[in-house]
């Protein structure tokens, strides 16, 4: 099983959860970080660390954000990876719980 960074994470962008991750498995986009499926050995240390609330267990994924998994896989491919805690978005506070983020994805 893997974990997923849905929704909530586009434009916070947080990245405490990369700090405590031991097989840095986290890529980083323009405004969103995913999680590299082949490389999450399913710690669970992430998901206790997003201030988001971002990410999820597989089996846990909240319903209507399934697509989520394929898009953390999919984009792990072209973004690097990130190990290191960066500042948050200086906006990230009022993104933070807004809906339906997928449209301001960058890729």
């Known amino acids: 099983m893997t974990y997923v960074v849905t929704d909530n ?15 840095d498995c986290f ?3 323009p405004n969103f970080l995913v999680i590299d499926p082949d490389e999450c050995i399913d ?7 997003c201030p988001a609330g ?3 267990a597989e089996d846990d994924i909240p319903a209507g954000m ?5 898009i953390n896989a999919e984009l792990t491919k072209d973004w690097p990876v990130i190990t290191e805690q960066k500042d948050a978005p200086a906006d990230a506070e009022e993104w ?12």
């Open 9 to 23: 994470c586009i434009k916070c962008k947080y990245t405490d959860c990369v700090e405590v991750c031991p097989v």
């Open 43 to 49: 710690c669970t240390l992430c998901e206790p660390e």
């Open 54 to 56: 971002a990410i999820f």
């Open 96 to 107: 933070d719980g807004v809906k339906d983020k997928l449209q301001y994805l960058e890729k």
């Open 27 to 29: 890529h980083e986009g």
């Open 66 to 70: 399934e697509n989520y998994l394929e």
